[in-house]
């Protein structure tokens, strides 16, 4: 017999935006329900990104992508949120005053209205096609914690943000860390570039990781240039190459959507009566996809939300700083 769930507010995606999210619908006296198919709160950030120190949160000048996280959660936690996690939003069904989400474990939430922060949806890093039986034995495509790292040859393929914020990460804690690229431009920001070419890290440019080697564990790696290929000692090979995203079932809940995005208005309302979306799963003109945006489109949506729910209430609820 399958479980349900009844609350206010159904929100798909626990990272940074749906975080914010529930706390503002508690804020806005709305129960709500978050469902994400990753098991930690936290979306990309927990999973690829624990360490990374990110730089645009306002307020924070400098802040480790872990504590944000946890500052999240605890900001989140008045709201007294239903976690429903490891689960995958499968189907959507319209109501003329509810949404019904089936999760792909057969539990039913019934919802006044359903947010989603699904940022890019389930995504799937690229392949290193040189050694994939090497994975989880040397070959890894995140970086969630530094230590096991240390003292070994690194080598990171890639040539994003991801792959220079990780070898300037590493360089400090590795005995040698080795950049990588088929190209000798890069996608990352111009001055992690600088950084890294300022530091220890080796970069390697119009080149590329042919072959992975070791007996049971990595131990040494090919790298070819210009046709000539070099071996190196390499006990960790990072290949950071980007991922394939994926908006899985959400493409056919009759979504209006743009490539991987979903089509919303200045309220944060999609082409759905009582279905929103926030973060850097949107699109609408000018859209520029950072966490500070995302926060600011949950708080509209809310807000918008909040009237769908009950139509008896108002988009603009008040500052928080008020008296009540």
Known sequence: MSAEVETDLLIIGAGPTGLYAAYYAGFRGLSVAVVDSLPELGGQITAMYPEKQILDVAGFPSIKGRDLVEGLVAQAASADPTYLLGRTAATLTELDDAVLVGLDDDTVVRAGAVLITAGIGKFTPRALPAGDEFLGRGLEYFVPSFAPYAGKDVVIVGGGDSAFDWALHLEPVARSVALVHRRDAFRAHERTVTAVRDSGVEVVTKA??????????????????????????????????????????????????????????????????????????????????????????????????????????????GHSSEGT
């Open 208 to 317: 590329q990781v042919s072959a992975l080697r070791g007996d049971g564990l990595l131990a040494e790696v090919d790298i070819t240039v210009d046709g000539v290929t070099t071996t190196r000692p390499a006990q960790a090979v990072v290949a950071a190459l980007g991922f394939i995203a994926d908006l899985g079932a959400m493409q056919h809940w009759g979504l209006e959507i743009d490539k991987r995005h979903v089509i919303v208005d200045s309220g944060m309302h999609t082409n759905l009566a009582r279905v929103l979306a926030a973060g850097d799963i949107t699109e609408y003109p000018g859209k520029v996809r950072l966490i500070a945006v995302g926060f600011g489109e949950a708080a509209t949506a809310i807000n918008n939300a909040a009237v769908i729910i009950d139509p008896t209430a108002h988009v603009f609820p």
